[in-house]
C-alpha cells in the first residue's frame, strides 16, 4: 500500500529547536519534507533550520497570530501535510502547600494555555490548510498531526496537578478532533513518551539521571528523541493509525513521588 507522499510537502514541528522536536524535524528532513521550526530559541531554531534546509519562525503556540505566521510559512514552502506539536511547559507546585497556602493560579492557566490551548491553536490552523490540499493517497488522506502528551496525563505525581491536566487535556481532545477531520482525510494521533533524555533531564546530576532510569522496567535507561521521532515517522507513514494515543515508557508507571 502506498505511503502518504510527503517529497516536496511541508511541515511543522513545534518546540522543534531541541529534544524531541529536533528529533522529528530531522526524521522529516530526512524524508524530502520542508520543515519549519516553530519554536521561541532563536538561536537554535535558526541553526536547525539552516541546517535542514528549512525555515525558522518564532512562535509562541498559544498566539493566534504566532501560529498563523508558522503555518503561513509552511504554506510557501509546499502543501502542509505534518504537524508535530512538541512545545511544551512545565510547574510543579502542590495544590496546597506546607503552610496552607493555595496554588497560584496564574501558574496553573498558563501552563494549560502553552500545553492544552497551544496545542489545539497549531492543530486547527494547521488543519484548515491540508483541508484545502489535493488527497494524496487512494483512500483520500491528505495529512496527519501528532501532538505530544505525556505519561503524567496518567499518572500524575505529587505537584503535577497543571502538567498533568494540560496533558490529560491531548489525550482527550484526540479522538474527537480525529473524528472531526476524518472527513478532510487528516488524521490525528498522540505520543505520551515517558522519561527520556532530554536537555531538561541532563541538567540533572548522573546519579539523579540513574536513579530516574531505574525506575523504567524496561529497557531500563532514559527513553532517546530519536526513538520518539522513529514512532513519529511510523504514524505518518501507517495510513491505518488515527485517533490513538501511544505511550512510550518502557512499562514505566509513574509513582506519587
Keep these: 500500500m502506498p505511503r502518504l507522499n510527503l517529497e516536496g510537502a511541508s511541515a511543522i514541528v513545534t518546540g522543534g529547536a ?13 524524508l ?16 536547525l533550520a539552516s541546517e535542514l534546509k528549512g525555515i525558522f519562525v518564532s512562535t509562541n503556540v498559544a498566539s493566534e497570530d ?13 502543501p502542509l501535510r505534518v504537524l508535530v506539536n512538541s512545545a511544551g511547559i512545565g510547574w510543579a507546585a502542590r495544590t496546597v502547600d506546607r503552610n496552607n497556602n493555595p496554588a497560584p493560579l496564574d501558574a496553573f492557566k498558563k501552563v494549560v494555555d502553552v500545553n492544552l490551548v497551544g496545542s489545539f491553536n497549531m492543530l486547527r490552523l494547521a ?19 501528532i501532538n505530544l502528551t505525556s505519561v503524567a496525563a ?48 541532563a541538567a540533572l546530576p548522573a546519579e539523579a539521571r540513574e536513579s530516574l532510569a531505574r525506575t523504567i522496567p524496561f529497557p531500563r535507561r532514559l527513553g532517546r528523541p530519536a526513538e520518539y521521532a522513529e514512532l513519529a515517522r511510523h504514524i505518518i507513514e501507517n495510513r491505518m493509525l488515527n485517533g490513538e494515543v501511544i505511550r512510550l515508557d518502557g512499562a514505566l508507571r509513574m509513582a506519587p513521588r
Excluded: C, W
Excluded at 504566532?66 to 510557501?76: E, G, N, Q, S, W
Design 18 to 30: 531541541s529534544g524531541i522536536g529536533e528529533a522529528v524535524a530531522r526524521q522529516l528532513a530526512d
Design 66 to 78: 504566532d501560529a498563523a505566521a508558522a503555518v503561513l510559512a509552511a504554506t510557501d514552502l509546499g
Design 154 to 201: 496518567f499518572d500524575g505525581q505529587i505537584g503535577q496537578a497543571a502538567y498533568s491536566a494540560s496533558k490529560g487535556g491531548v489525550v482527550g481532545m484526540t479522538l474527537p478532533v480525529a473524528r472531526d477531520l476524518a472527513e478532510h482525510g487528516i488524521r490525528v494521533n498522540t505520543i505520551a513518551p515517558g522519561l527520556f533524555d532530554t536537555q531538561l533531564l
Design 32 to 47: 524530502g519534507v520542508h520543515v519549519v521550526i516553530a519554536d521561541l530559541n532563536a538561536d537554535k531554531g535558526e541553526a
Design 127 to 145: 488543519a484548515a490548510e491540508m483541508a484545502k490540499t489535493d488527497p494524496v493517497t487512494d483512500d483520500g488522506q491528505r495529512g496527519v498531526v
